[in-house]
């Protein structure tokens, strides 16, 4: 029978006085899932904890960090987050990170409201005045410039700056 070194008794036998079958309590302090009993309450818990470390980090002066906290954010599947990169989009001063928050949410468009939808589009079409949007973000653009709308009401969309964007990226200098 192999042995485990430094632990007396064959691999996989209980330890003295434990049940074999019975997984650890949680003792974690901070863990606010420690000791629940439905799963499910303990998986949210953990998302949103961990959208909480992550939105910390927006509040970092390093760009880096920041477009690290909005990539992390865009897999957590909570709405929390979902605002925390809608607001990360407006704020950020940086192109490079605004453009990483408006591929979180290119990837996130689903599950917008229409407030964060219309946010996303007004700061878009700012970002395509700037010119921002090369190689295969265009793509990306593109497929967001041709969404169906959530709404008939026309507001952005009938303005004339999408379409100029549509013909400044298709044609070829």
């Not at 006085?17 to 974690?28: D, I, M, N, R, T």
């Not at 996303?120 to 079409?125: D, I, K, P």
């Not at 970002?127 to 921002?132: A, T, V």
């Amino acid at each position: 029978m192999a042995l485990m070194a430094g632990r007396p008794g064959p691999v996989g036998a209980a330890a003295p006085g434990k049940a074999k079958g019975k997984a650890p309590e949680a003792k974690s302090q901070g863990d606010p899932a420690a000791g629940l009993k439905n799963p499910r309450r303990v998986i949210e818990l953990r998302f949103e904890s961990l959208t909480d470390q992550y939105i910390n980090h927006l509040n970092s002066p390093d760009w880096i960090t920041r477009s690290v906290a909005v990539i992390s954010l865009s897999r957590m599947p909570i709405a929390k987050a979902t605002e925390a990169i809608v607001r990360r989009l407006q704020d950020e001063k940086k192109p490079v990170g605004q453009l990483v928050a408006w591929q979180a949410l290119l990837g996130r468009a689903p599950l917008l409201t229409e407030e964060q939808r219309r946010i996303w589009q007004t700061v878009t079409e700012k970002m395509i005045g700037k010119n921002l949007f090369h190689g295969d973000l265009r793509i990306g653009l593109l497929e967001m410039l041709s969404a169906p709308r959530a709404t008939a009401a026309p507001t952005s969309w009938a303005c004339s700056a999408p379409r100029a964007a549509l013909i400044r990226l298709t044609s070829r200098p």
